[in-house]
């Protein structure tokens, strides 16, 4: 990367245009020789950064072009981190599919998520919100899915390994026997996929809502009454929901979880100040050493990385029994080694791979909870992307196409069976932040190394073979994330107030409660209105903790008497907005047009009609006066 730098000895002030304002700022850079290499500390000059925000100093800025060389070494960088949530998603779902010990399969739900998660980022960054934001699995459908597993219906068969042949009535949900039959008898698969095709057709259909409320506008009234007493307590619970999946895989040997655990706490935590200097090359110095927070930007793959080793070091010398049905055994990293022979070297995920997709009431309304807080959670990531892109906050029109091209992308995923669907990823927002790149051309590179990757079998079916306990100890710390990201958002809200005290405990304590009340197996079909699709659906709604929660804390923050400064709306609008005032209206300016369309625009301005369509970038609504 590209940059000057100075002596510690000789501050400067350097001067950077950006777009109507001169930002000056004083580096205080220092210079180390080794051998024939020369290690400077860096800031980013800022001197490609065009956009909105002049308080930001970028290296690129949005609409930036970095070599196609720097492009591909950054969006490497953008996949690494985001890989680490990602591997966890499909080896969650393995076990609610009835997967088993399929760990081929998984490994072809893994690389359909990369897959639909590359074609996703491109449409967002291209023509969607149309910021440097990377498109993956989402955690928020993940509660609804497995609410919608654990009906009795889809309840896994006894002794279910995943690759038992459907040759048993029981393993076939009610109602749908008769289908499969004939036809899907001798399918060893069959067992999950039917179960994945469920999954599917719940997020096709309830993404469709997405797209609705994207591309109408309705979004950007709904926000109007959500608040952060509704935020907190449905993200707070999309992490306290997932305890026993992460704590299933972390018993298989609570030592190697534990030190996954500390390591990325320590990586992420007490190193990540420290400047590590890795060596690179350019015209202009030649042979150098750049200094960057390498612990701070890859906490979770280098904890993997680790523990993936010493995992392997303790199975070669058979400190891990070898008897699998040792409780420990899944702590060997040739546990699943079998995958590896099995994949192909070249899988190319297609529509409809798994089958047609089934759609049942009670799975749509479940998914549409998740669908709604993924909505919600990317409308901050907006405004936080935006943020350190040094763009200004993102307009009406922008924040609908955004909502709704998500929509569409998590309709792809349905389409082609991921099991999940795509939301933003607010790791690689912070990313951006740390890089001081904020090209939108990275995220497109990006987008395509994440659908080379996922066409080589092999290497999907590589990470699945990390072993079991190592994936339970980066879970326990994002899971904890997740948590602390929604309470996070009482900080604009008065917690000194008892109303306030009395939402947020009531909606998150129940929202906890009665999934767990209603998991238990005395307690499967105590709701029995006389209706079987009725009775479905209100099951799956009450055993999806966020719908419960954000559902009291919308409800109950509505409607009980507070004032917005009590309420912590006024705080909110101003986050929401920060910087919006000075955005500049004339049209030809850059951190306007960065919201544009790529093509087209000297057509749509001609045309006066488009400024009564929500996502298009001539919405009237869509500019804010003072």
Same mark, same amino acid.
């Given at each position: ?35 024939? #290499? ?22 690129? /800025? ?12 950054? /969006? ?21 599919? #009835? ?48 609410? *919608? ?271 999940? =669907? ?7 927002? =912070? ?28 290497? /999907?079916?590589?990470?699945?073979? *990390? ?70 659906? *209100? ?60 093509? =087209? ?26």
């Amino acid at each position: 990367m590209d940059s000057d730098y100075v002596s510690k000895d000789d501050p400067q002030k350097l001067t950077n245009g950006v777009d109507g304002g001169d930002v000056e700022m004083e580096l205080l850079n220092g210079d180390v020789e080794l051998g024939d #290499c020369r290690v400077s500390s860096t800031q980013p000059t800022g001197e490609h950064g065009r956009t909105g925000n002049t308080n930001i100093s970028l290296t690129y /800025g949005i609409d930036d072009i970095p070599p196609w060389y720097l492009s591909i070494i950054l /969006g490497l960088q953008h996949y690494l981190t985001m890989f680490g949530g990602t591997l966890s998603i499909p080896l969650l779902l393995s076990t609610h599919l #009835c997967v088993g010990d399929n760990y081929l399969a998984t490994s072809q739900i893994l690389g359909t998520i990369l897959f639909v998660a590359g074609i996703s980022t491109f449409l967002q960054c291209t023509f969607g919100v149309r910021l440097p934001i990377l498109q993956g699995g989402t955690f928020a459908l993940l509660t609804p899915t497995i609410a *919608i597993l654990s009906l009795p219906d889809w309840k896994c068969p006894e002794g279910t390994n995943g690759t038992t042949a459907m040759r048993y009535n029981y393993s076939l949900p009610r109602g749908l026997d008769y289908q499969y039959r004939d036809d899907n008898l001798d399918d060893p698969n069959e067992i999950w996929k039917i179960r994945m095709r469920e999954i599917q057709g719940a997020i096709m259909v309830a993404s469709i809502f997405q797209v609705v409320f994207g591309f109408s506008g309705l979004i950007g009234i709904l926000m109007r009454f959500i608040g952060p007493l509704s935020i907190a307590p449905t993200i707070t619970l999309v992490g306290l929901a997932l305890i026993e999946p992460a704590a299933l895989h972390a018993s298989k040997h609570w030592g190697v979880a534990f030190m996954t655990m500390a390591l990325i706490i320590i990586f992420s935590q007490y190193l990540r100040n420290i400047d590590v200097p890795l060596p690179g090359w350019d015209r202009t110095r030649g042979c150098h050493f750049k200094r960057i927070k390498f612990f701070m930007l890859f906490p979770v793959i280098l904890a993997i990385s680790v523990s993936w080793l010493v995992c392997c070091i303790l199975t070669a010398t058979d400190v891990f029994p070898t008897d699998p049905k040792h409780p420990n055994y899944n702590a060997r990293t040739d546990a699943r080694i079998e995958v590896l022979y099995q994949a192909p070297w070249i899988w190319f995920p297609y529509p409809g791979q798994w089958g047609k997709p089934t759609v049942s009431f009670a799975g749509v309304f479940g998914m549409i909870s998740g669908v709604l807080a993924s909505m919600i959670e990317s409308v901050g990531d907006y405004y936080a992307c935006a943020r350190l892109s040094g763009a200004p906050p993102p307009p009406i029109h922008a924040i609908n196409r955004g909502i709704g091209t998500e929509g569409i992308c998590c309709v792809l995923a349905g389409i082609w069976g991921s099991g999940n =669907g795509t939301t933003s990823y607010s790791e690689n927002i =912070g990313a951006i932040g740390i890089t001081k790149v904020a090209s939108r051309r990275v995220l497109q590179f990006c987008s395509l190394i994440l659908i080379i990757f996922a066409v080589f079998g092999k290497f /999907g079916a590589l990470f699945t073979t *990390i072993p079991e306990p190592v994936v339970g100890g980066v879970l326990c710390v994002m899971f904890g994330m997740i948590t602390a990201v929604g309470v996070s958002n009482l900080q604009f809200v008065d917690m000194n107030s008892a109303r306030n005290l009395c939402i947020f405990g009531f909606a998150t304590f129940v929202g906890l409660m009665l999934p767990i009340w209603l998991g238990k197996e005395e307690n499967r079909g105590v709701i029995d209105t006389g209706n079987r699709e009725v009775d479905q659906i *209100i099951t799956v709604l009450l055993s999806t903790s966020m719908f419960v929660g954000g559902f009291l804390g919308f409800v109950l923050d509505n409607t009980v008497p507070g004032t917005k400064e009590e309420r912590g709306l006024i705080n909110w609008q101003k986050q929401m907005t920060v910087g919006s005032r000075d955005i500049a209206r004339n049209e030809d300016d850059v951190s306007v047009r960065t919201y544009d369309f790529p093509v =087209g625009m000297s057509f749509i301005r001609k045309w006066k009609w488009t400024q009564y369509i929500p996502f298009c970038p001539t919405f009237k609504f869509s500019k804010r006066s003072d």
